[in-house]
């Protein structure tokens, strides 16, 4: 695998964008919690409050297997702040901090800063009976970064997002969008999708979760263009209303994908 295909991969991936589950009703014991777009690479299909904020952060580690050079291990720490502005619309800010790359060429551990990001969301309904919840997200990652940690180019992330509650603790997120990408020093669109399967264990009184996920970036144009598909797995745990840990695993499933991916993270809701 090319190096610039490492750095595709690791843009499609939860450095910029840590994502998703969908919004359960309240576990037992709790009348309201934190709603976060991580662990995973989905959106969630809900907005922040009015003049609540979550900040949602990580410890993230990638590795992959280069054909030509040494093996790639990144690890970076990103974090996002999404904030409830007028209704039904969030604020959304972040990027990984800083970037460390653990087995560089010259045999030394470098470190460097990481793509930014910006942009909003939008609820478009929320769930009644069969109905389900909805939302639009749009995010702009701008080329702060260097080396392996940054895109080059400014990149868009536009996604439509819904999720159902379903029987027995189940719940479905879907994402489907489009997404821009370096190639070739420019840019070119991959429709994205994604498929987030949840699971609330009641017999922790639902504060467990457990989640498999399948996500992708396939081109749009005909040609060699990049294309990432990627399968992932976790939980995540809530311990107080406003409070969250998780962790996940990812697994890439073609060239074009980072070949794995570990982290664990934490989010808060100030309220």
Do not use: C
């Not at 299909?45 to 993230?60: D, T, W, Y």
């Not at 498999?212 to 209303?241: K, S």
């Amino acid at each position: 695998m090319a190096t610039v295909t490492l750095a595709v991969g690791l843009f499609a991936t939860p450095v910029l964008a840590e994502e998703a589950r969908p919004s359960p009703p309240p576990p037992d014991g709790f009348d309201d919690t934190i709603s976060t777009d991580r662990p995973g690479n989905a959106n969630a299909a809900s907005v922040v409050g009015v003049g609540r904020a979550n900040i949602e952060s990580s410890v993230a580690v990638a590795y992959d297997d280069i054909a030509e050079g040494p093996d790639a291990v990144l690890v970076t720490f990103p974090v996002s702040m999404r904030v409830g502005m007028l209704a039904p619309f969030e604020l959304r800010f972040g990027g990984g901090l800083v970037g460390i790359d653990a087995n560089a060429p010259d045999g030394e551990t470098s470190a460097a800063p990481t793509d930014l990001f910006v942009g909003g969301k939008v609820q478009m309904s929320s769930a009644e009976g069969a109905r389900p919840s909805s939302a639009i997200s749009f995010d702009v990652n701008l080329p702060t970064g260097e080396g392996a940690f940054t895109a080059g180019i400014p990149a868009l992330d536009a996604r439509a997002l819904v999720a159902w509650q379903l029987p027995a603790g189940f719940g479905l997120l879907l994402n489907a969008g489009v997404a821009t990408v370096p190639v070739d020093e420019t840019r070119a669109a991959q429709a994205l999708y994604s498929g987030f399967l949840s699971y609330a264990i009641p017999g922790l009184r639902e504060r467990l979760g457990l989640f498999v996920e399948g996500f992708g970036r396939v081109g749009i144009r005909d040609g060699g263009d990049p294309q990432a598909h990627i399968f992932d797995w976790g939980a995540w745990w809530l311990f107080t209303p406003d409070a969250q840990i998780d962790f996940f695993i990812q697994h890439g499933l073609n060239d074009d994908a980072t070949d794995l991916q570990a982290a664990i993270g934490f989010s808060g809701r100030i309220r």
